[in-house]
């Protein structure tokens, strides 16, 4: 079955300082991967997807970036942190080239203060 | 007009008691709909996938009412392990891979 995970589990940081938060994916490949942010009492904000390797599309612009360096490993970076990248990152993946159910990751809760 | 709208809620109801949720989309091209639940601080897990002739699992029932472009989730003989936010996702036609979520709604059993 498919498993997918996430880390840390939780993380504060300083404003300014860098991030990385990591997504694997277990007993799949090729999945379509996505990163998604979601704010205290707000809705799911697409933040990137990938359909394969090496391959990310951005839906908002900000101080974030995303890569997909191996199949099922999807990266979320920041250089830089702002006050408001504070929130709970969530990864996701579905089969790739269906319309098919998103699995969420287990997420990042993150505090920028 | 937003793509999916839900009512935000919350949806306060006794143990026992039958509820229903809506979600109401925009694009009259969508073609797969489904239901998540999300607990407090955790990630959403799938519910159920919504079918054109609609689908039951246990006590939760989902239905499509394309006509008028909504999808709904009827839950019965609610229990306090229901309370929980329900968030609805909706993808288009096309080989779209990326659904659009609503923001869900709250629903809290109390005893």
């Known amino acids: 079955s498919q498993t997918i995970h996430q880390w840390p589990a939780t993380l504060v940081q300083p404003v300014g300082s860098p991030l990385s938060l990591e997504c694997t994916v277990e007993g799949t490949s090729n999945p379509n991967l996505y990163w998604y942010r979601q704010a205290a009492g707000r809705g799911l904000q697409l933040l990137f997807y990938?359909?394969?390797?090496?391959?990310i599309s951005s839906e908002v612009p900000q101080n974030l970036s995303a890569s997909r360096p191996q199949d099922r490993q999807f990266i979320l970076s920041s250089k830089k942190l702002l006050l408001s990248d504070s929130g709970f990152y969530l990864c996701?993946?579905?089969?790739?080239?269906?319309?098919?159910?998103?699995?969420f990751g287990p997420g990042t809760r993150l505090t920028v203060l | 007009r937003k793509e999916v709208e839900q009512d935000p809620g919350p949806f306060n109801v006794p143990e026992g008691a039958t509820v229903a949720f809506n979600c109401t989309y925009s694009n009259s091209a969508s073609q797969s709909f489904f239901w998540y639940r999300q607990d407090c601080r955790k990630e959403p897990k799938l519910l159920m996938s919504v079918y054109s002739s609609g689908n039951e699992d246990g006590r939760f029932t989902a239905q499509l009412n394309r006509a008028s472009q909504y999808i709904s989730l009827l839950i019965r003989d609610s229990k306090l392990s229901d309370s929980a936010t329900y968030l609805c996702?909706?993808?288009?036609?096309?080989?779209?891979?990326?659904?659009?979520f609503g923001r869900g709604t709250s629903l809290i059993v109390h005893p």
């Open positions: 996701a993946w579905s089969m790739r080239g269906r319309t098919d159910t998103q699995y």
């Open positions: 996702a909706v993808l288009a036609s096309g080989g779209s891979y990326i659904p659009t």
């Open positions: 990938s359909v394969g390797i090496g391959q």
